[in-house]
């Protein structure tokens, strides 16, 4: 039999859903295991988008839309994406696609041709080197170090980009560590980009997820938002993980391009999901607050336990629901990671599964209740100090 092509072999997996399927087979074994691997919140969609889901199929909203999007919901989006980021948007602007990482993989895919450099932030979301990789592209790693707070260092970053760099890769409250980017910080990556023409990729799907200060996005500086891909969905923000729904937001060329890839790929995103999303955006945004503040109660307990434990030390996430506690102390995070599911019945990520600069650390999602994250830091002390 013929092999496969080539590039089949140069797309990742991605570590959560591995540690998740460990994690249920040890399960079917009758462990007793607390799940902090799986990014995803643990509340309910809101009553009332799932009510407009329903009325939406009601309607027959069960048949092709167009390739980019409801023209209803992406205005509707483009009002959302407007007022929050402080920037004019149009109905043109805005693609709907069914998820996040499609937007990543079709922004990868429109932007990046065989030897571009495209900076991503490491640790980072693992599906942003993956998509580098699978369009040939090179992968030059922007590490996020502990003592800037997981944020960009303004020299090392400059000392990375160059005439080859075609894409930066931006997350900001990011994935895995909470960090979130200030706007000196940005203000530097976006002259940068300016004066070597790159585009800018802004994961922002934690946008509404920041405890202290305020969310900032680079699409809002000057001469930025003709340069800049934003992206956002309705998974975090709305607990909507299974309803497969994101946007992208982009120069209408773009556009353009990426409605092209949505025709050869899902031809649309589901017409009922896309009226839902839009409930979502115009409706009461109580839940979202709510879940926020849940979220953030969580951390506190999360990051007080984690700093009380021996020989781990854990900085403080000012956005997303992960924490990124330094282990290094204690050994190879992979170890440690598969250690604390065999023997403490805790389902953890180790910081490898983001990038080769997570070393050191591992990811706990705390979205889950605070008696299961009350119950790991006791099984994590009682383990610690047996060992």
């Known amino acids: 039999m013929k092999a496969y092509a080539d590039r089949l072999g140069r797309l990742h997996s991605e570590g959560a859903f591995e540690v998740l399927a460990r994690a249920r087979a040890l399960e079917a074994q009758g462990r007793d295991i607390i799940h902090m691997e799986i990014g995803e919140p643990d509340f309910d969609t809101p009553a009332y988008i799932v009510d407009a889901g329903k009325q939406a199929l ?53 932007l ?61 409250p990011g994935n895995p560590t909470g960090g ?31 405890y202290e200060g305020e969310q900032h996005s680079i699409a809002k500086l000057p001469d930025m938002q003709e340069r800049t891909v934003l992206m956002d969905c309705f998974s975090k923000t709305y607990a909507m993980t299974g309803w497969r729904l994101g946007y992208g937001v982009m120069p209408p060329d773009l556009a353009e391009g990426v409605t092209r890839l949505m025709i050869n790929s899902n031809s649309c995103s589901a017409a009922f999901t896309q009226i839902a999303g839009a409930a979502a955006l115009t409706g009461d945004q109580t839940p979202v607050t709510e879940m926020v503040a849940e979220f953030r109660r969580r951390r506190d307990v999360i990051v007080k336990g984690l700093n009380a434990l021996p020989a781990i030390s854990c900085l403080e996430p000012k956005g997303a629901f992960y924490a990124f506690p330094n282990i290094s102390a204690l050994g190879r995070s992979e170890e440690i990671a598969d250690a604390l599911l065999k023997e403490a019945g805790i389902a953890a990520l180790p910081g490898t599964a983001f990038g080769a600069y997570g070393q050191g650390y591992l990811r706990f999602s705390y979205a889950t209740s605070l008696e299961n994250i009350e119950k790991a830091l006791e099984r994590m002390d009682a383990w610690l100090r047996a060992r």
Not at 96 to 107: D, E, H, Q, R, T
Not at 188 to 205: P, R, T, Y
């Open 58 to 110: 009601d309607d027959g909203y069960t048949h092709y839309t167009p390739a980019a999007g409801l023209p209803e919901v992406r205005q509707t989006i483009a009002d959302y994406v407007a007022e929050t980021r402080g920037i004019p948007v149009e109905l043109d602007n805005v693609v709907v696609v069914p998820g996040g990482k499609p937007m990543i993989f079709y922004a990868v895919i429109a």
């Open 112 to 172: 990046v041709n065989a030897g571009d450099e495209v900076i991503f932030p490491n640790p980072g979301f693992p599906t942003y080197e993956s998509m580098i990789d699978f369009v040939g592209g090179r992968a030059v790693s922007m590490p996020l170090r502990e003592e800037k707070g997981f944020s960009f260092d303004p020299d090392e970053f400059l000392s990375l980009i160059n005439a080859n760099t075609k894409l930066i890769i931006l997350n900001s």
């Open 180 to 210: 979130v980017m200030g706007k000196e910080d940005l203000e530097v990556i976006a002259q940068a980009a300016i004066q070597n023409d790159c585009w800018i990729l802004s994961d922002e799907i934690y946008s509404r997820m920041v």
